[in-house]
């Protein structure tokens, strides 16, 4: 590889989207990125943003028929700006991967054996790890000479003990099935428990942490020096917290009633419980702005759901307090945790028992930067901690094909 090739581009593919950005790593400047939504549809679009040399947003809407189109017309919006994917400058491609079983406890160089064991994951993941694929290899066939890295969301929470990733349910089955629980959005997990250690000014191999990230998919973790003890999201990303669409922790046993009693079948279950329950299932709607702004006009169902959401987020941040039994900070990210005030207002109400509490006024403040938002006299600071999973992504990326 040429020296000064020092750009990464990081690549998140889902069923029929494209996120992208394009960074330099010399200083994790960001170059370029933008989104391609609605990938095989007629009203496809593609979104693109250069930051460099004050370019302005473009967007493009019209029929992209598949990824590789979809690569292909970003990499001319990219040329246009001068950031061409043939430039010597490119160093790798980084792909976020979503599932990564076992095999994969750090960033991985992607050859066939890699993309097989990728491919061999699929059962476990099958909404997210097609897409991965094709966005791998529409990524190799536009440069089969470059690096391209696979940074798994599953790697983090590899580290959990084996008391946190069995489920209660007979070996021979689940290891037959490779059925535990894995974890998702461990980017995100890693990420902010190091910036949240930085923010206290301690060492994160001495800081213990629990993340809450809340975005549309939510998730919490209980993190020690580190290393994940326990994460909330478990074979998929269904389990654990009330999600924008998605129930997080029910009875298993409603499955079946579903199945038995209103004779749905497998996959009607799947998507009633992925992407109509949680907030959506339970009000109508799943952005918390929307939620926030219904309640303030009085609206119950509005406030029964946001109350349902915060319970759940409170029986976690005690249960990961015993799993840790001593906590330095909660922190708070993603859209929902850097944003709604009243979510982390709530979540830490009444935890004073815990070392929890919440300054209004510092909760109260919009800001981009890691910050504080717990008193003096908290025992436990409380942080929000804004996530960057694309620069983890393209840190890991660049460490790895520079090694
Ligand atoms: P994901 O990556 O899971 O799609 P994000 O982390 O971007 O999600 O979070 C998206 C969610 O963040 C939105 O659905 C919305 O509920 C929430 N959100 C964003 N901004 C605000 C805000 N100002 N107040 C409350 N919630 C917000």
Do not use: W
């Not at 990524?139 to 209660?168: G, I, K, S």
């Not at 020690?224 to 997080?248: I, N, Q, Y």
């Not at 029986?315 to 859209?335: P, R, S």
């Not at 804004?386 to 992504?393: A, G, N, R, S, V």
């Amino acid at each position: 590889m040429t020296s000064h090739a020092s750009r990464v581009l990081v690549l998140n593919s889902g069923s029929s989207s494209v996120k992208y950005q394009l960074l330099d790593m010399t200083d994790g400047t960001r170059l370029a990125l933008g989104l391609v939504e609605r990938i095989g549809e007629e009203t496809s679009r593609l979104s693109h943003t250069p930051l460099v040399s004050g370019g302005a947003k473009r967007e493009h809407e019209g029929p992209i028929a598949d990824h590789e189109a979809a690569l292909k017309a970003v990499a001319t919006e990219l040329a246009a700006d001068g950031l061409g994917l043939d430039s010597p400058e490119l160093a790798a491609i980084g792909h976020r991967v979503v599932h990564g079983g076992l095999k994969f406890t750090v960033p991985t160089v992607i050859d066939d054996a890699v993309l097989a064991e990728i491919e061999r994951l699929v059962p476990v993941a099958p909404l997210h790890n097609p897409a991965n694929i094709t966005g791998i290899r529409t990524a190799q066939a536009l440069r089969p000479d470059l690096p391209q890295v696979a940074v798994f969301d599953t790697a983090f929470h590899t580290t959990m003990p084996e008391y946190a990733a069995r489920y209660a349910i007979d070996v021979a089955t689940a290891d037959a099935h490779r059925i535990r629980r894995y974890g998702f959005h461990g980017t995100s997990h890693a990420y902010v428990s190091r910036q949240t250690a930085a923010l206290l000014g301690k060492d994160p191999a001495e800081t213990n942490v629990i993340v809450l990230h809340l975005g549309n998919g939510a998730s919490a973790s209980a993190v020690a020096g580190g290393r994940c003890m326990d994460t909330s999201m478990g074979l998929t990303p269904l389990e654990g917290l009330v999600m924008g669409t998605r129930s997080g922790d029910i009875d298993p046993a409603v499955t079946f009633h579903l199945k038995r009693v209103a004779g749905m079948s497998a996959d009607e279950i799947d998507v009633l419980l992925n992407k109509k329950s949680g907030l959506l299932g339970l009000c109508g709607d799943n952005d918390m702005r929307e939620i926030r702004r219904r309640i303030e006009e009085g609206d119950e169902r509005a406030q029964l759901a946001f109350d349902i959401y915060i319970h759940r987020l409170k029986k976690y941040i005690g249960a990961y307090t015993a799993v840790l039994g001593h906590v330095d900070a909660v922190a708070f990210t993603a859209g929902v945790g850097e944003n709604a005030a009243p979510v982390r207002e709530a979540a830490i109400a009444g935890l004073e028992e815990l070392g929890l509490a919440v300054d209004a006024g510092l909760n109260a403040v919009r800001s981009d930067a890691p910050r504080l938002i717990s008193p003096e006299y908290s025992r436990v600071a409380v942080a929000v901690v804004p996530t960057d999973e694309e620069l983890e992504i393209a840190q890991q990326t660049y460490a790895l094909v520079n090694a």
